[in-house]
């Protein structure tokens, strides 16, 4: 009987790791994408280019907003006396939970002669007061597409994503200095099991195999 105890056991467990890596599987798709083509030139906040079904994503701004700079890169959206404190922002919110897989943007910007951002300075990515990563901008990388991992499982609700410089603490720092962002893409993998119901199908299968069990034993004190 032990041994069918353990078999149950083992069953059990095995379907939750499927359960959970179901749950993260999927299909990519865009959350939202932020090309800033759809905004006016000095614009300080606007939404998305596009989103995903249910989903409001709007990008906001301190100072300059929106800029052109020709071509290829046209318009895309910018900060100047960037800091800590001073930075672009992404506010959006989803109706239900998401399994975030990346966020991926090209950033571009400067450093000038004789302010703290010369020759180069750390940017931190924050989702949610939590930082996906950090980058280096310097002279050898002004313009590049920087991609970083997602956070995982995020609930449903409010959102907000951010560009930061940590070590600087006021915005004159960076004084003339400029940062642009352009073509934000936040990705997520659509699963094939709503985390929110895992655990009561885990629960659903753990009962069907008891009764399994429950009626072997019945069998073994009949015969």
């Known amino acids: 009987m032990r041994f069918k105890n353990s078999f149950v056991a083992a069953v059990a467990v095995a379907l939750a790791a499927v359960i959970c890596s179901s749950a993260q599987a999927g299909t990519i798709t865009d959350v939202f994408r932020f090309s800033f083509d759809?905004?006016?030139?000095?614009?300080?906040?606007?939404?998305?280019?596009?989103?995903?079904?249910?989903?409001?994503?709007t990008w906001t701004t301190p100072n300059y907003g929106v800029e052109n700079f020709g071509s290829p890169y046209g318009n895309a959206g910018v900060v100047r006396f960037f800091s800590a404190t001073t930075y672009q922002s992404i506010a959006f919110t989803t109706p239900e939970a998401l399994y975030i897989d990346?966020?991926?943007?090209?950033?571009?910007?400067?450093g000038t002669p004789g302010y703290p951002t010369y020759p180069s300075y750390d940017v931190s990515v924050v989702f949610d007061n939590s930082s996906l990563g950090t980058f280096t901008k310097n002279q050898a990388n002004n313009s590049s597409v920087r991609t970083l991992s997602g956070p995982g499982w995020v609930a449903a609700g409010n959102h907000e994503i951010k560009w930061i410089v940590p070590a600087f603490t006021g915005s004159t720092n960076s004084n003339t200095d400029y940062m642009m962002l352009n073509d934000v893409v936040l990705t997520a993998a659509v699963p094939e099991i709503d985390p929110a119901t895992g655990g009561?199908?885990?629960s659903l299968v753990a009962g069907m195999l008891a009764m399994i069990d429950q009626r072997r034993r019945r069998a073994v004190l009949v015969a």
């Open 200 to 202: 009561s199908a885990l």
């Open 38 to 57: 759809n905004m006016s030139v000095g614009a300080l906040t606007g939404p998305a280019s596009s989103v995903a079904a249910g989903v409001s994503a």
């Open 102 to 110: 990346s966020l991926s943007f090209f950033y571009s910007g400067n």
